[in-house]
């Protein structure tokens, strides 16, 4: 934001929800760390603790949406402000759904054995990483206003698709190897399509940033990696 | 977007030595209510004081340039400033009705104008007056009662009807809501709304959320200047020019 308002303290109410975003974004981030860490590590002491920092995201969400009501009925923001108004409150919708499919994936580690193979594990972490690195990016382009980064990140979630693709593919190659193996691969499959749909979340973020930005959603469709049929 | 009804081009005020407006450029779409913004002082009431010539009562101001309607230039000396306030009305920030009764102050404008010869003619005009200005039910069985003992909304709404009354082409609006409460306000808009079906509705409003409610154009005054003017949506959800957006935000100064 360029001047600031003459009102100081709509100022501060609109930097104080700029704020809880960034907080809701950073709590969000842990989280999709910690369970991803969680199912490569098959480390299930860790799964009642991210269930838990759920509820402070879900927290979170409800604090800015009053935020937001509040800002609304207060100042009915116009212009750059109306942008950062509703950016925040889709914003916080897209960081609650990921946090929730990153509980959904701490949830899978319960039932996982501990002998899984390297391979399988490797390319769910490959998934895994890129998606964190993604939800950093977008994160950082929030807090530096920074539209080509945002968009960055939009074009990039084709690796997403992409990465999916390859380790839904061995999941399944391993299930097919051995039926027993039945029951743990479908909550690995469920897990990888988990990060798949956190990836288009954060390129919804991504889309919001772009607006909030310049006023005009991006143009056309996104780019498009392999996906595994429904 | 509607054919354009008036066009000003490079038009200059000045008050004395104090020039108000410097070489505004404004298109005014037809059947389309237009709302002026900008703080005090920047011109924006002095623009529409041009419209009808209203600017001719001050003996110090001077207008150069040109305002079209129709695409006829109505600062020509010759034209008939009389039946050019005929084709545009005026409302002004505080309701105004004559202190005569509710059925006279409508019947006033078209007397003069030579319109309604006959009584019934007359009682015509004025049902139709105040039923376009949403005011005939609340006052159908008390025409003859004075105009100034209605509430302020009502007298707003007179004001109105008195406009409509000899059937104009265009209404100014020179902040017509500040003096009136919520409802009396919300009365007013939807009427703006109804009349905008018939007439070319130019308002000068100090409220941001009254000009994206009633106006499909915005134009942005500064010291005198037009800085910005688009369609009202894209004015308030991104503007082009930095000063509008601080004005609109209430960034200025």
């Known amino acids: ?230 | 977007m509607n054919e354009i009804k008036i066009k000003s081009k490079n038009l200059n005020v000045y008050y004395g030595e104090k020039q108000a407006l410097f070489d505004v450029n404004l298109d005014l779409n037809e059947k389309e209510v237009t709302a002026l913004i900008g703080p005090s002082g920047c011109g924006k009431s002095t623009f529409i004081r041009c419209i009808n010539r209203m600017n001719d009562v001050i003996d110090i101001c001077k207008v150069s340039g040109n305002i079209e309607i129709d695409g006829v230039e109505i600062n020509d000396k010759n034209l008939d400033v009389v039946s050019l306030r005929e084709r545009v009305g005026m409302v002004f920030q505080k309701p105004n009705p004559f202190p005569k009764s509710i059925y006279d102050n409508i019947s006033y404008g078209p007397k003069i104008h030579g319109k309604g010869e006959t009584k019934s003619e007359l009682d015509e005009i004025v049902e139709n007056s105040l039923k376009k200005a949403a005011l005939w039910e609340e006052v159908k069985d008390r025409l003859d009662e004075p105009g100034t003992g209605l509430s302020g909304g009502q007298q707003q709404r007179l004001c109105i009807a008195r406009a409509i009354s000899v059937n104009p082409e265009v209404i100014l609006m020179d902040e017509p809501c500040s003096a009136l409460d919520p409802i009396a306000t919300a009365k007013i808009e939807e009427l703006i709304d109804e009349l905008k079906k018939t007439y070319t509705i130019v308002i000068v409003t100090h409220s941001m959320a009254q000009a994206v409610r009633v106006s499909q154009k915005t134009g942005f005054f500064h010291l005198g200047k037009l800085i910005e003017v688009g369609k009202t949506e894209k004015i308030f959800k991104n503007p082009d020019n930095k000063m509008t957006q601080d004005y609109i935000t209430g960034r200025f100064g």
């Not at chain 1, 969680?38 to 949406?65: G, L, P, Y």
């Not at chain 1, 759904?97 to 391979?119: F, H, M, Q, T, Y």
């Open chain 1, 1 to 230: 934001m360029s001047n600031e308002h003459t009102v100081k303290s709509y100022e501060e109410e609109l930097r104080y929800l700029i704020d809880s975003v960034i907080k809701m974004g950073s709590l969000t981030e842990s989280q999709l760390v910690d369970s991803m860490d969680a199912v490569i590590k098959v480390d299930k002491d860790s799964i009642d603790k991210i269930i838990k920092s759920d509820d402070e995201i879900n927290k979170f969400r409800s604090k800015i949406d009053t935020q937001i009501m509040t800002l609304l009925v207060k100042r009915a923001p116009m212009a750059i402000d109306l942008r950062e108004t509703i950016s925040s409150l889709k914003i916080s919708q897209d960081l609650e759904r990921i946090g929730d499919l990153s509980k959904s994936n701490a949830k899978k580690v319960k039932p996982l054995p501990l002998d899984l193979p390297e391979e399988l594990l490797g390319n769910l972490k490959r998934l895994g990483d890129l998606v964190i690195k993604q939800l950093n990016d977008v994160l950082d382009s929030y807090v530096n206003k920074n539209y080509d980064k945002a968009k960055e990140v939009w074009e990039k979630d084709e690796q997403v698709d992409d990465l999916t693709y390859i380790a839904m593919e061995s999941v399944i190659d391993f299930l097919s190897k051995d039926k027993k193996n039945l029951d743990f691969s479908t909550h690995l499959i469920f897990a990888t399509k988990n990060l798949e749909r956190a990836g288009d979340h954060i390129t919804n973020i991504a889309e919001s940033i772009c607006f909030l930005i310049k006023g005009e959603y991006l143009k056309g469709s996104r780019p498009k990696g392999k996906v595994i049929q429904q």
